[in-house]
């Protein structure tokens, strides 16, 4: 690059940090969705409808666009970036796993256990939750690539990853005012997170016909 530094290593450091926060997005995400869904879908009471509102509120605008308002309040770097994008990320598994359990609560075997005398944790544990997992994991799935996406986003507009780190999105903002003359700084990690977006939806998709075949 312009500084004399090897193009393959950084994209290969780069990668680590794309991929490694990609997946912490999405596993915080899913892991404060995945149980305030099945307490909203399951629990239809005040508590439930709070969930509910909390959810819509968030929904209701870009969940990029909230984080880049977090990062500015809270201030640039990696690990604040991470935290700025699971705080608009996890409404979307709420708002699955809600839509799911509305459903499978009206299976019998729930309402046995209802009429058995089980308490809420236990039914919602044990009967809702393995039945919620398979697009829960395909969701995470499909998410990675967005999730990838934002944090390279992020990166580039300066609010992610510092200089001189090796972030996919910060080398392709370093490689921008160069593209013409020097393109491989800005194409190069760019075209590595394409590849691997790419790679994680047709996983995702692949995944989702597996466990979903009456979806298909």
């Known amino acids: 690059d312009v500084y004399g530094r090897d193009m393959l290593s950084r994209v290969i450091f780069g990668a680590r940090i794309s991929l490694f926060g990609g997946a912490f997005i999405v596993f915080f995400a899913a892991l404060i969705g995945v149980p305030l869904g099945l ?17 819509e509120l ?3 605008f870009p969940s990029t666009l909230i984080a880049m308002a977090i990062s500015l309040l809270i201030g640039a770097g990696w690990f604040t970036a991470l935290i700025a994008l ?5 409404p979307w598994y709420t708002r699955l796993v809600q839509g799911e359990v509305l459903s499978i609560k009206q299976m019998l ?4 256990a209802q009429m058995l005398g089980y308490g809420k944790i236990y039914i919602i544990f044990r009967h809702l939750l ?12 499909l998410d990675l690539g967005p ?3 934002a944090i390279g986003l ?15 999105g910060l080398m392709v903002w370093e490689g921008a005012p160069n ?12 075209t590595a997170m394409f590849i691997v977006v790419i790679a994680f939806n047709i996983f995702g998709d692949a995944l989702k016909d597996l466990l979903e075949p009456s979806g298909s």
């Open 130 to 141: 393995p039945n919620v997992m398979a697009p829960v994991i395909v969701m995470v799935l």
């Open 39 to 55: 307490w909203a879908g399951y629990n239809e009471g005040v508590s439930g409808a709070v969930i509910s509102k909390v959810v």
């Open 154 to 168: 992020l990166s580039f507009l300066g609010l992610g990853t510092q200089p001189p780190m090796a972030d996919w």
């Open 147 to 149: 999730a990838i996406i």
């Open 86 to 90: 699971v705080i608009p990320w996890w």
């Open 58 to 60: 968030f929904l209701s």
């Open 109 to 112: 075997y729930v309402e046995a």
């Open 179 to 190: 593209i013409l003359s020097e393109w491989w700084i800005a194409i190069v990690p760019g």
